[in-house]
């Protein structure tokens, strides 16, 4: 897979010869803070998609739904760093967290510092338990800190930056038929025909809830309320949107979501700045969505809209 | 691996028995990797037997190219451990892969008990800060903590056979891995599914019991004994 996305994308990434790693073509690139994640394959585009100017300088890919080893993380630093530090965007699961912690013991003098991505609403903040997962709302932790990197930002100001965009992201998926990962080759759970499930995981973990399938409109309410929620937005406030198609979501019906979700936005008095809708992180061949909000204030809206290069997104001057 | 006052096997070398004894969990992995993956989409996401499969698979070729015998038991085992990290990779491969690579360390000498339960220790102290996880979290640890706990003071009292100390070690393995049918997942992506976990048994748990298996049934041909474990139905 990743040899065809460099073919696909050639000239902008490279993969470095026996890694599983997608770098920029000019990585290590020089005087910036490098921004790096990983994770499973099964996400695509997620994660080497977002890798190109004002965004990632590399990611490291793992099999399916699993966290790359610690030593491809290791390698990853070693290929993007050039002594100017590295932040690592980590999704909150226990293996790329475990994998990583330890990719920072195994290289051990470069300055590596990481934050953790939790913008899965559906999921409790026990304590004692993992704690909400990381989902579509990393693309935008990617594009802030990489924006900010970008503008020769030191390592601790990238990632305090990044930290403010968790703090301000939240996520609510729903799913209308389970993913199939290849080598299990059938249905990760079964739902019936007139049955979703609210609140799913990118890898097929279970919800909140399952219900029965209703109209758009209904499920994108079901979707928003949570995120609105969580987010504690009031009238004058300002986001950006992310409407994910989880991999096997017809593009019209994602934009018919994104219409219920502008209106019960505007309803709220709460104004779109930016507007993503397409396949930003997928879960194979799942059919469902997510939404994705993002709380602005004006210094990580001009990182927003920073110029970025990369296959899957593009923002111009 | 067993009493203190006899080596396993006379004729096999620990080196030889270690490596015996990885086959032998490999084979049994690829028997039953379909069950353990379904056991994982219960609870998971339903990639635990055939991850543990691939990197079992990678071990047996690392394996297979090696000089054995001029090989220090350790060292083995660190391979094995490095081996499955970066194959397995995943929480599984820090786990499992990182236990083995930490607590190679403590086999000084060879395959004699006191060696293994020293590695034992040191293998659940990794996973124990690893994965920040307690008894009752629906985990591994659920099945090995009461294993390696009776191994150790079988050994430290010394009078139990070798084979009557890991037909124990296995019995209380599988009670804990039945243990965590009746418990909600508190850590890794099973904890998301709160109370529907529960009735289901934790894979890496059940996984342990299998090599608890493996360990008993290989002394039980080793010391050429008969006794039958006092262990439950299998799972």
């Known amino acids: ?317 | 691996m067993t009493g203190s006052d006899t080596s396993v096997q006379q004729d096999l070398s620990s080196e030889a028995l270690i490596v015996k004894l990885v086959e032998r969990i490999a084979r049994r992995v690829d028997d039953e990797k379909e069950y353990l993956t379904e056991l994982d989409s219960k609870i998971g996401d339903a990639d635990f037997g055939v991850n543990l499969d691939r990197g079992l698979t990678a071990v047996l070729e690392e394996l297979d190219g090696m000089d054995v015998e001029s090989t220090f038991a350790a060292e083995i085992v660190e391979t094995v451990g490095r081996v499955l990290m970066s194959e397995m990779a995943g929480s599984s491969g820090i786990l499992f892969g990182g236990g083995l690579m930490t607590a190679s360390a403590e086999i000084k000498g060879g395959t004699d008990a006191e060696s293994f339960v020293a590695f034992a220790w040191a293998y659940v102290d990794h996973v124990e800060e690893k994965g920040d996880v307690s008894i009752g979290a629906k985990t591994m640890f659920d099945a090995i903590v009461p294993a390696v706990n009776l191994l150790s003071k079988s050994v430290e009292h010394d009078e139990r056979s070798p084979a009557e100390t890991t037909g124990a070690a296995l019995a209380a393995a599988r009670r804990g891995a039945k243990f965590t049918s009746t418990l909600e997942a508190k850590k890794g992506r099973a904890s998301y599914v709160e109370s529907r976990s529960i009735g289901h048994p934790d894979p890496g748990a059940v996984f342990t019991a299998i090599v608890f298996e493996e360990i008993h049934s290989l002394v039980q041909e080793a010391t050429d004994q008969d006794i039958a474990a006092d262990v439950d139905d299998p799972l």
Request: hydrophobic share 40%; net charge negative.
């Open chain 1, 1 to 317: 897979m990743l040899n065809g996305f460099v073919a696909a994308h050639d000239g902008r990434v490279r993969r470095p010869d026996d890694t599983d790693l997608v770098v920029r073509s000019d990585a290590p690139v020089e005087g910036k803070v490098s921004v790096v994640t990983g994770g499973g394959s099964g996400h695509e585009p997620m994660h080497a998609g977002y890798v190109g100017s004002g965004m990632l300088d590399g990611a490291a890919a793992g099999a399916i739904f699993t966290s790359p080893p610690a030593t491809e993380f290791a390698d990853l630093i070693d290929e993007v760093d050039n002594g100017s530090g590295v932040l690592a965007v980590i999704k909150n699961y226990e293996g790329d967290i475990m994998n990583f912690e330890t990719a920072i013991d195994l290289v051990g003098d470069a300055d590596v510092e990481t934050v953790i991505v939790d913008d899965d609403v559906a999921v409790s903040e026990e304590t004692d338990k993992t704690g909400r997962r990381g989902v579509a709302g990393t693309i935008l932790v990617h594009k802030i800190a990489g924006a900010k990197a970008a503008q020769g930002a030191s390592l601790s100001e990238v990632r305090k930056v990044a930290e403010r965009v968790i703090e301000n992201v939240a996520s609510m998926g729903v799913a209308l038929t389970s993913c199939t990962p290849p080598e299990k080759g059938s249905s990760t759970f079964q739902l019936g025909d007139e049955e979703i499930e609210l609140g799913i995981g990118i890898h097929g973990e279970p919800g909140i809830e399952r219900t029965q399938l209703d109209s758009a409109d209904e499920v994108t309410e079901q979707l928003a309320a949570p995120v609105v929620e969580d987010l504690e937005l009031s009238a004058g406030d300002e986001v950006a949107v992310i409407v994910n198609g989880l991999g096997n979501t017809p593009l019209g019906e994602l934009y018919v979501v994104n219409r219920k979700l502008d209106d019960i936005l505007s309803d709220a008095d709460v104004d779109v700045y930016r507007s993503l809708v397409g396949e930003y992180c997928t879960s194979l061949d799942m059919s469902g969505c997510s939404i994705t909000l993002l709380e602005l204030d004006e210094e990580l809206k001009e990182l927003l809209d920073y110029p970025a290069a990369t296959p899957t997104l593009t923002i111009r001057e």
